[in-house]
């Protein structure tokens, strides 16, 4: 992977929507489909260097909209600082996920990130947002915010902190500013069933009593991924439950000129690391938005989509943030879908668009 980070200013993922992704960023882009039909199961997999596409190569994919998810992040702790919270007992966590993110960065990213270790005397440096941070490793009387909402400002996607105890995982604390329709102050302490109850389908199918004993016995030096997708109206990060009223109307302005503009393809890249001192887990969500314009580039993934979400189970339909609209998308994509059959995985199986 390349390690200099080349990044766009300016974007926006509310009021214009002015976020774009480059050819190079819809190659990289997390296609979560192995093959023509999807329906739930645990699929997750060792969190190694590599995949089908660029994004799989760091331990936590940074790329072009680093300064624009920077600048969203910051708004919504401004107008709300709620969406960081930890409870008390997890500080040893934070503070692992700051070490844990910062040696990540400086390893996968070392033109842009730079970490100096002394004892207890650190320094940071992240040079594409000019800072220079000097602070002693435990003490969070010397770092501008507390050691998880520290570090997690300079990164791209959601983190949570995941306790176990009792034989369950209980999401203890998190930096959530771009959840698709949950909230972190609703379910922070709640424990792993409690927290995916609203999922239709998996639950009968017993995809989550499966994970969360997966999730159990996750070791320290084995972290695993698994990618997650849904669909939804304009690049919006700040789908929270919170939010409901600024995004909900959206869903009222697809219509068939406007559905390849503005529907989006929004997947997560979920990676979850056993934190090895305090045993939480750390839980990133990492947030990929693509238009179907931009999709529709590489012929195999449009096929792909369309096959997926012709024979969608109606229910996971309605879930994934499609009931309204599912048949527009459909005849976008139609056209595009010639019945050929298509090679097995998830890459983009072209170099170029």
Sequence with gaps: MSSKLVL??????????????????????????RDDR????????????????????AVFDLDEHYLGEGAEREMVLRADPGRCQVLPHMRLAEWETLEWLMRSFARDYPE???LDVSGDAWRWVNRPLGIVQDFTFGDAGTLPW??????????QGDFTLMDQRDGNLFLDGGMVTGAADWSLNFK???????????????????????SLRFLLKLKAEKPVRRVNWGLTVNPRLDMSSENRAVWAPDKLTVTAQNVGRIMCLRVELQTLT???RSGAILFGIRTYL??????????????RL????????PEIAAYKGMANYRQTILDYLAPLDDGAATAPGRGPDVATL
């Excluded at 693509?290 to 096929?303: D, F, G, M, S």
């Design 8 to 33: 766009k200013a300016g974007e926006t993922f509310r009021d214009d929507f002015s976020f774009a992704n480059s050819n190079a960023a819809i190659l990289r882009f997390p296609f979560p489909f």
């Design 38 to 57: 999807f329906m739930y199961a645990v699929n997750m997999e060792p969190h190694i260097r590599g995949g089908p596409t660029v994004a799989y190569e």
């Design 112 to 114: 842009d990130f730079e």
């Design 146 to 155: 507390p050691p998880l909402e520290y570090i997690t400002r300079q990164a």
């Design 188 to 210: 922070l302490g709640m424990g792993f069933q409690q927290i995916h109850q609203p999922v239709p389908v998996a639950h009968e199918l017993g995809v989550f009593d499966r």
């Design 274 to 276: 056993r934190l090895p």
């Design 290 to 303: 693509l238009r179907l314009e931009e999709l529709v580039l590489v012929p195999k993934w449009a096929k």
């Design 306 to 313: 369309h096959r997926v979400l012709r024979g969608l189970d």
